[in-house]
């Protein structure tokens, strides 16, 4: 059993998934167009809809972080609900990631130690997602 955050996006799911696969240094991501998916007349799609990420999938310290564009018709709201937490011993892991989601971001509280971590960041990315990243004992 696992508890696995999932990440919707307006149009740009593809480019933020290759965006955390970089930072993270992970393999491709694993991906699923709406087209790809088995036809639903219930729910007819046009070509620019068909081009959308239904499901998009990365592997980051053993914790699959999913993620999907939301199609035409549902809304997304993106603000400040979320945020994905990244846990461990690494400081340099920490500093690269840290410095990765810099890259368009914005930074909420810069690298520091704190009372529960030897190392606490918190960045807002360019797609707006907040990440937390804790150097743990």
């Not at 999938?57 to 945020?83: Q, R």
């Not at 909420?108 to 130690?113: G, S």
């Amino acid at each position: 059993m696992s508890v696995n955050p999932y990440l919707n996006f307006q149009g740009n799911c593809r480019e933020a998934v290759e965006f955390y696969a970089k930072v993270f240094g992970t393999a491709p991501p694993r991906v699923t167009t709406f087209g790809e998916a088995p036809p639903n007349l219930a729910f007819p799609m046009d070509e620019a809809t068909k081009s959308l990420i239904m499901h998009a999938e990365i592997d980051v310290m053993g914790t699959a972080l999913m993620f999907s564009d939301v199609p035409p018709g549902m809304s997304l709201v993106v603000g400040n609900n979320l945020s994905v937490t990244i846990q461990t011993k690494d400081a340099q892991d920490i500093r690269r990631w840290f410095n990765g989601m810099k890259d368009g971001g914005k930074v909420m509280m810069d690298l520091a130690p704190q009372p529960w971590a030897k190392l606490y960041g918190f960045v807002t990315d360019k797609f707006g997602v907040g990440w937390q990243f804790n150097q743990t004992e």
